[in-house]
């Protein structure tokens, strides 16, 4: 859903992609070659990752984008994104990268948020409901700033299912699919219609941003 009342603006040319993680990369430009959109990344371009002082989702994605417009003179787009666990009163969510440390070990994370779920007797699914929150931004180096957010209810499911997928994938089943993120192929997970459902919490965000921001090539 769009943050904007006023005319939104539309992406052409090229775009950094405000990211050092290489499976949100992928993901975020095979969205964008459909719109023929040519993307670099800030690892790429071996910009600093800023610091994320936000609260929110969409103030961190706004911290990320912004910082690589400043730095690059070019539109730049960022994602903050994480799970979200009723049961851990919200968490790790905004912290769910920094759950995993400096090593991105998501297996400890996943140990740590099992164990904390034990500690808590969320034993059912009903106990262990959550989401995947997806936090887009758009932001131009004149200071214009495009954001949406989008999430994607489901299950958190003991033992972890599948080695597809990145971060906590392995751990989240949607609601209405017997398999979790991680058992999913890329296609499946974050692919856009009519190819595929839009699935993805990602997915979702960018079909709004898609809708307001960019124009189908071809």
């Not at 990268?97 to 991105?104: D, F, I, N």
Request: charge should be neutral; aromatic fraction near 6%.
């Amino acid at each position: 859903m769009a943050a904007q009342d006023r005319a939104h603006r539309r992406i052409t040319g090229r775009l950094v992609i405000a990211t050092h993680n290489p499976g949100k990369l992928a993901e975020m430009r095979d969205l964008l070659s459909l719109y023929g959109v040519q993307a670099t990344s800030a690892g790429e371009l071996g910009l600093p990752e800023p610091e994320e002082t936000g609260t929110s989702f969409r103030a961190n994605a706004l911290i990320k984008a912004a910082a690589a417009a400043k730095a690059t003179g070019q539109p730049a787009f960022a994602d903050d994104s994480g799970l979200v666990v009723d049961a851990l009163d919200g968490d790790p969510g905004i912290y769910s990268a920094r759950w995993a440390g400096p090593e991105k070990d998501f297996r400890a994370a996943m140990n740590k948020i099992q164990s904390l779920l034990v500690e808590r007797g969320a034993k059912t699914p009903e106990q262990r409901r959550g989401r995947f929150v997806s936090a887009l931004c758009v932001a131009w180096p004149d200071g214009h700033v495009e954001e949406f957010e989008a999430t994607v209810d489901g299950t958190i499911v003991w033992p972890p299912r599948g080695k597809l997928g990145f971060g906590y994938d392995p751990l989240f089943k949607p609601d209405g699919h017997d398999r979790t993120f991680g058992e999913m192929p890329s296609e499946e997970k974050h692919g856009l219609p009519p190819r595929a459902r839009g699935l993805s919490h990602r997915a979702r965000a960018f079909l709004a941003l898609a809708d307001a921001c960019l124009t189908k090539s071809g």
